[in-house]
């Protein structure tokens, strides 16, 4: 998925659209205090998170039953992938209904009482906007398709055509054409993603309109936020081929601001697969003109071959990571917000991935937790990512995804061997992460009396939540503690990065500075011994937080090793 983006030239914002940003951004003053910047943001996915009625799948009503663990870790904010009614074509990525629950996880009632038991936990509620496309079971899809007069035609793309015959060879995310033909009108409609996700037409006001008034429905029940999914894919223009960063991006994007979420006091984050700094600053400008801030990839998508997709897997280039992290927060630096995060959805466990999921599980996960949770931004936890949750090898059959799926299909289809795909599948599959959470050691892991509807990971009896919350050296103690020390310490939010020992070929280091205090971070970001090479910096400074209990030895560091330093 998302490898098109790559194969199109990111729009270059012009000079004068950054001129603008920083005059507008110092009229405003510095908006340090925005409580978002303070906060952390818990990713729940709620299909696997707590099933409540044993009918396998998570619900409202199981999230409600567990506010208080995410209450203990600290969290502020919980963005809830889509719970609106949807066929589940993509997991809730396809709705049907953006004003109502889907049966699976609740009613409308179960919402309105998640939104509120969370406030009594101080956690604000993010709904997950899918915005560049509907289902095509959504009522507005099904008049649509009825014939070319009808009033909602024009809220999707169509083009004439002989069946057979698309309009381009343009390519969906999940395979196949994005074209898709329906006989009955001789059209074909537009879809970036599935068939079943048909893309809306944001060139009609009347569908910009009627996304505002629904974003302000849900603004009225209370939620806290909101986060745009795909958004950088909503300008589109098929005939240019283009799909992200189309010419009117980022003017939809300040109507959208100013129609709803300006009217409250909203933490919101867009996706963006295709968004470089510039355009980034532009998402996140502290005038508040478009959104809190943006979830890009760029840290993310580097172990994959180059000009391939994210299945053609290659070694992890470790200084072009520290490379591209430092940029991103060297570049937004007072001039926008990013999102800092490891997992998600739709990518497989960090342990699993960047860590090591074997002998080290435990010191790598607090070594990527360490390095990610000291740099500036608002951090993202993905369920289960706070105990070191692990990716799974599973056969065929057992996989869920449409991606997956398809990609299996297609590359066999291809002449790919049946192994090499698998191996693609155990290190990217984005069922690595839709795993269910594990609670505790008992029947699928704590999550349903049912059966689960997708397999629970066998390691849950040793791995789940009841055995790491009391426990000081659990991974869940140190997420714990690190989103504790954001609010406890602002350097943690306004310090000026440093990247230190840019050349180190195992060494991930920087420094945040602001008036009152420097922090030093060092990891050791592989299984071996190294020097430690910050010795005489860190000489003197109170360890914060680190993964191995005596920090005393300033001549080494052992494997994946990770020591936040602050004076
Ligand atoms: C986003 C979601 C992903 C979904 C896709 C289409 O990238 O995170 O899960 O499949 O958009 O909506």
Known sequence: MFNIYKKIQLKEVTKRDNEEIDMEGMMNGNNNEKWWKKAVVYQIYPKSFQDSNGDGFGDLQGIIKRLDYL????????????????????????????????????????????????????????????????????RWFKEAKKSKDNPYHDYYIWRDGDEGVPPSDMKACFGGSAWEY??????????????????????????????????????????????????????????????????????????????????????????????????????????????SMVFQFEHIGLD????????????????????????????????????????????????????????????S??????????????????????LGMTNVQYDIEDYKDCEIINMYHERLEKGYSKDEIMKSIYAKGRDNARTPMQWDDSANAGFTTGTPWIKVNDNYDKINAKSQVDDPDSIFSCYKKLVQLRKDYPVFVDGKFTLLLEDDENIFAYSRKNEEKTMIVVCNFFDKEIPMLLAKECEGMEVLISNYKDTSDMSVLRPYEARMYIR
């Open 71 to 138: 209450e203990t870790l600290g969290i502020n904010a919980i963005w809830l992938s889509p719970v609106f009614k949807s066929p589940q074509a993509d997991n809730g990525y396809d709705i049907s209904d953006y004003r109502d629950i889907d049966p699976t996880f609740g009613s409308l009632d179960d919402m309105e009482k998640l939104i509120n038991e969370a406030k009594k936990h101080n956690i604000r509620i993010m709904m997950d906007l899918v915005l560049n496309h509907s289902s095509n079971e959504h």
């Open 182 to 291: 329906v006989p009955e009108i001789g059209q074909y409609y537009f879809h970036q993603f599935l068939p079943e996700q048909p893309d809306l037409n944001w060139e009609n006001p009347k569908v910009r309109r009627a996304i505002y008034d629904m974003i302000l429905w849900w603004m009225d029940k209370g939620v806290g936020g909101f986060r745009l999914d795909v958004i950088d894919q909503i300008a589109k223009e098929p005939d240019k081929r283009i799909t992200i960063n189309g010419p009117r991006l980022q003017e939809y994007f300040k109507e959208l601001s100013r129609e709803t979420f300006q009217k409250g006091d909203l933490i919101t984050v867009g996706e963006a697969w295709g968004a470089d700094t510039e355009r980034a600053k532009l998402y996140s400008n502290p005038d508040g003109s478009e959104f």
């Open 304 to 363: 994959q071959k180059e000009g391939g997709e994210k299945w053609d897997l290659a070694p992890l280039p470790f200084k072009k990571l520290k490379k591209i992290m430092a940029h991103w927060q060297n570049e937004l630096y007072n001039c926008g917000w990013n999102s800092l995060f490891w997992d998600n959805h739709d990518l497989p466990r960090i342990v699993s991935r960047w860590g090591n999921d074997r002998e080290y599980r435990v010191e």
């Open 365 to 386: 996960a607090k070594m990527l937790a360490i390095l990610l949770h000291g740099m500036q931004g608002t951090p993202y936890i993905y369920q289960g990512e706070e």
